[in-house]
């Protein structure tokens, strides 16, 4: 068994396509359709992700519900901001990440 680790960059990317998949209700519910073992284990692990999006929040609710219908374990903070404001959190909260490395 291989001790594998994965970042939150790679957790991220893993866990937005699982909303990907469940936002066009995607009904495959193999590990394949969303990712390794050891990338769910790490959700697991994680236990949260933020979701950012310039979206409404009501349609983004459906979203986050069918997600956490196969992922119950992972809780989803939802932060909605204008287009401009979201990229600068986004980058804000990045160099936050890098500079605690």
């Known amino acids: 068994m291989s001790n ?3 970042n939150r960059r790679q957790f991220t990317a893993g866990a937005a396509a699982g909303l990907a998949a469940a936002a066009i209700g995607s009904q495959r519910a193999d590990a394949q359709a ?8 790490a959700a697991k692990k994680e236990g949260k992700i ?5 979206d409404f929040t009501e349609p983004e609710q459906e979203i986050i519900k069918t997600f956490n219908k196969r ?6 903070e939802i932060v909605r901001a204008p ?3 979201l ?3 986004i980058k804000d909260r990045s160099r936050g990440r890098q500079a605690a490395r």
Do not use: H
């Open 83 to 85: 287009g401009g404001q």
């Open 34 to 41: 969303y990712g390794s073992n050891e990338l769910i284990e």
């Open 4 to 6: 594998l680790r994965i």
């Open 87 to 89: 990229i600068t959190r």
């Open 71 to 76: 992922f119950p374990f992972v809780k989803v």
């Open 50 to 54: 933020v979701y950012y999006t310039a």
